[in-house]
């Protein structure tokens, strides 16, 4: 979807079941910047990622029914996409975990709990390793956007 701008959003499908984090990505991620898509049951993940096509993906690694680390399993190993940037959300407990995922292929890890204020950032610093031209053009509209002061996680 392109904005009146012509300026073309980055497509992020978020997989997470912790509403408190759904809230925190949706309010670190302007709609102006990110088209966001959410998904709390792992169980749906997969056939959204097909149908959608996301330039992103955030997984966290415990969700319901079907857990990230199958889910990037999957996308890497049985859709074959290893174009796909995908970045992985996790507690620190769950080092092992990190490091299994990052030998499918992860650009990246958010360690939980975080900011919104760091969210973008932290999301194009990753994406800009996959794909540094469309990267750049949304990091400069980024630099135009309004600043929060208010976290609503604090």
């Given at each position: 979807m392109?904005?009146?701008?012509g300026?073309?959003?980055l497509k992020i499908?978020?997989?997470?079941?912790?509403?408190?984090v759904?809230?925190?990505?949706?309010?670190?991620?302007?709609n102006?910047?990110?088209?966001?898509?959410?998904?709390?049951?792992?169980?749906?993940?997969?056939?959204?990622?097909?149908?959608?096509k996301?330039?992103?993906l955030?997984?966290?690694?415990?969700?319901?029914?079907?857990?990230?680390?199958?889910?990037?399993?999957?996308i890497?190993?049985?859709l074959?996409d290893t174009?796909?940037?995908?970045?992985?959300?996790t507690?620190?407990s769950?080092?092992?975990?990190?490091?299994?995922c990052?030998?499918?292929?992860?650009?990246?890890y958010?360690?939980?709990?975080?900011?919104?204020?760091?969210?973008?950032?932290?999301?194009?610093?990753?994406?800009?390793?996959?794909?540094p031209e469309?990267?750049?053009a949304?990091?400069?509209?980024l630099?135009?956007l309004?600043?929060?002061?208010?976290?609503?996680?604090?």
């Amino acid at each position: 979807m392109e904005e009146e701008s012509g300026f073309d959003r980055l497509k992020i499908l978020i997989a997470e079941d912790d509403k408190a984090v759904l809230v925190l990505y949706d309010n670190g991620l302007s709609n102006e910047v990110f088209e966001k898509k959410f998904v709390n049951d792992g169980s749906y993940v997969i056939s959204i990622f097909k149908e959608w096509k996301p330039d992103l993906l955030l997984l966290d690694i415990m969700l319901p029914e079907v857990s990230g680390y199958a889910i990037l399993k999957e996308i890497r190993e049985g859709l074959h996409d290893t174009r796909t940037p995908i970045i992985m959300a996790t507690s620190l407990s769950d080092k092992a975990a990190v490091l299994d995922c990052l030998q499918l292929g992860i650009q990246g890890y958010l360690v939980k709990p975080f900011s919104h204020r760091d969210i973008a950032g932290k999301v194009m610093a990753y994406y800009n390793k996959a794909n540094p031209e469309k990267a750049a053009a949304i990091i400069s509209q980024l630099k135009n956007l309004p600043v929060s002061e208010a976290d609503p996680a604090e």
